[in-house]
């Protein structure tokens, strides 16, 4: 089995100032994975900014929930179409799972993910993971809890938070959440560290 390392990549990372995904940032990510994979390493990602760019189509300045969910869904399309189309030009091929706080709750399902996780490594495809806002939103509490929650279910060797900490206006994060996420495995004895994820070739100095 190889070592599995869980990247969780903030909005804060994602999104530009304009909120726009930033392709350019996406596209060095991808080609610091293929780099990752070269040397074995097995890549989990956790995603956030559904909901945030999904804010570009529809008005969700009054919170409301529902607003929220439907943005997400759009938001989630745009994000993975994206991701999968930058990551395949670095010959990478990524496998959508989305998820609320239900489908992690049994010992069985738990058990279930854990095989699928680890069917997809091992035959070189990388978890694409989300919140599924549409359904449940917000129902682990926001991605870096999910991230974590990941973490420990599949028995990674390391939770890296790629952020700069300003979290998100249209969602939950920011440094309250990252901190719980990274208490919660350090009480399991499992790394996890919060790096810069707009620095230059971040995941290679950190990971290799």
């Known amino acids: 089995m190889k070592e599995i390392i869980v990247i ?33 390493v097995g890549i989990v990602l956790v995603i956030s900014g559904a909901v945030a ?13 529902r607003l929220e969910q439907a943005a997400a869904g759009i938001g989630q399309m745009h994000i993975t179409s994206t991701f999968n189309t930058i990551f395949i030009q670095s010959k990478l091929q990524l496998a ?20 699928l996780i680890s069917f997809y490594i091992e035959s070189g495809f990388i978890p694409f993971i989300n919140e599924n806002d549409v359904i449940d939103l917000n129902s682990f509490g926001g991605n870096d809890h999910l991230a974590a929650e990941v973490t420990v279910i599949i028995g990674a060797k390391k ?13 939950v994060g920011g440094g309250r959440t990252k901190q719980e996420a990274i208490k919660m495995l350090t009480k399991r004895d499992i790394e996890a560290n919060i790096v810069n994820g707009k620095t230059k070739d971040i995941l290679l100095h950190t990971l290799l």
Not at 53 to 61: A, L, M, Q, R, T
């Open 8 to 40: 969780k990549i903030g909005s804060s990372v994602l999104m530009t100032a304009r909120n726009k995904l930033d392709e350019f940032r996406i596209a060095h990510v991808a080609k610091q994975i293929f780099a990752l994979k070269e040397k074995d």
């Open 53 to 65: 760019y999904g804010s570009n189509f529809i008005d969700i300045s009054d919170k409301d929930c």
């Open 96 to 115: 959508q799972i989305l998820l609320t706080k239900d489908s992690l709750k049994s010992e069985e399902q738990k058990k279930s993910f854990n095989q």
């Open 159 to 171: 939770l890296l938070i790629l952020s700069t900490m300003q979290g998100s206006v249209h969602g």
